[in-house]
């Protein structure tokens, strides 16, 4: 236990970064830049994440924002209302390369669509770093995300061990295309493989709490022995756990889910949520920042990938010290 507390406390060490200096006061300039109180010109770096009302985006907001204070660099954070508002995001990329910006850190709501955006960036001299979910071809300086295969892999092995090694399950995934939906949803389905007696018979895509409890209830009512469900995001584990709850089937149906917002961890409190699939949210923010800074002021990155790390978290280990910090969205 002692080694395991270790390693997961390594994966919180960005996290306790805080206290940092705030900046010094700016104007914005004519050309859509900022200036210092000293007249100096400030670095410029959006932050362009897949949604912003979710837990998730904001640990990760407050993470690039750290990373900015401590820097004295300008962070702007906008993203789409909805999460699978592919159309807008790549609109949100274009106009942050016409307002000047220096650096963007992005999540990519589809590998495919936001290559040509950051193409184009990239084109413009404005490098970008990638978070949480990534892009087909290696157009990106670094890519700073969860190892999702393995979470979904983990996912699998928690449900597995929940309902006894045996039953029908469900999956409710949240976005096909986007690289962190598309590798949880292939991590659990090959660990299922070493599982005979598991069976997956439905498999749906929620994008919404309510819209995650509407495709649980589709899920139920066709096949109405399931006993177990994999949750693959925040929206989808609120929208399941009610599902649960509603149906009196708590104890009786086994939720293992993605993430961590206040309402997946009062199910987890209540028995509703077996384990969760935890994050770093604050990490692939500060990192995104700091990554996509060294390639602003021309200093070297050294790797394209960096593991922002994933635990499992239970009633079992939920009140250690180091797991309450991924439970708790930090403040900016």
Known sequence: MHSKTLKIASLLLASTLFGCPKEAPKEAGGDGKTKSAAGAESIRIAVIPKGTSHSFWKGMEAGAKAAGREEKVEIIWQGPDKENDITSQVNLVQDQANKNVQGVVLAATDATALVAPIKGLKAKGIPVVTVDSGVKEDVAECYIATDNVKGGQLAAQELAKAIGDKGKVAMLLFLKGAVSNDEREKGFVDELKKH?????????????????????????????????????????????????????????????????????????????????????????????????????????????????????????????????????????
């Open 196 to 332: 005979p007696g598991i069976k997956l018979v439905s498999t749906q895509e929620g994008n919404s709490a309510a819209d995650a409890l509407d495709k649980t209830t589709n899920m139920f009512t066709a096949n109405p022995d399931i006993v177990g469900i994999f949750a693959a995001s925040e929206p989808n584990g609120v929208g399941a756990a009610n599902y649960i709850r509603q149906n009196k089937l708590v104890g009786k149906v086994k939720l293992v889910a993605y993430d961590t917002s206040p309402e997946e961890v009062s199910a987890l409190d209540e028995g509703v949520i077996q384990s969760l699939i935890v994050q770093n949210p604050y990490e692939m923010g500060y990192q995104g920042v700091k990554v996509v800074l060294n390639a602003i002021r021309k200093k070297p990155v050294d790797k394209k990938f960096i593991d922002s790390g994933v635990v499992v978290v239970t009633k079992a280990n939920e009140k250690l010290p180091e797991i309450q910090k991924l439970l708790t969205v930090p403040k900016e």
